[in-house]
């Protein structure tokens, strides 16, 4: 444990931001610009990704173990989005055909 600690301390603290941040704001585009539910979880899980990434070198570079602690949380999280998701995309393609968002407003009463 402690290579790895040294490890991750050997590379600047910047270029985890830096990664973090790309990371995040590539999955932030993913989730506005395009129509697809897949595509949309699947951004919403590259966010979650830099998160993790994120608090795992604040944790790393503090020496506490907290940061990892959350981000098993957020790992928690995130399967029970996919599962949840996962299931409302099935209930939607079987009533509409499509998994294109836009579909959506004909579930409206």
């Known amino acids: 444990m402690e290579n790895i600690t040294q490890a991750i301390q050997g590379v600047p603290?910047?270029?985890y931001?830096?990664?973090s941040?790309?990371?995040f704001a590539?999955?932030?585009m993913g989730v506005l610009i395009r129509r697809n539910a897949i595509v949309i979880f699947m951004s919403v899980e590259l966010m979650l990704n830099a998160v993790n990434l994120l608090l795992t070198a604040f944790s790393a570079y503090r020496g506490d173990a907290a940061?990892?602690?959350f981000v098993f949380f957020i790992m928690a999280l995130a399967?029970?989005?996919v599962a949840v998701g996962l299931a409302i995309i099935v209930m939607v393609y079987?009533?509409?055909n499509s998994?294109?968002?836009n579909v959506l407003n004909k579930l409206k009463w």
């Open 21 to 23: 941040a790309i990371i």
């Open 79 to 81: 399967a029970a989005e």
């Open 94 to 96: 079987r009533n509409t």
């Open 17 to 19: 931001i830096l990664l």
């Open 26 to 28: 590539i999955g932030a």
């Open 99 to 101: 998994i294109d968002i």
């Open 67 to 69: 940061g990892q602690v």
């Open 13 to 15: 603290l910047n270029h």
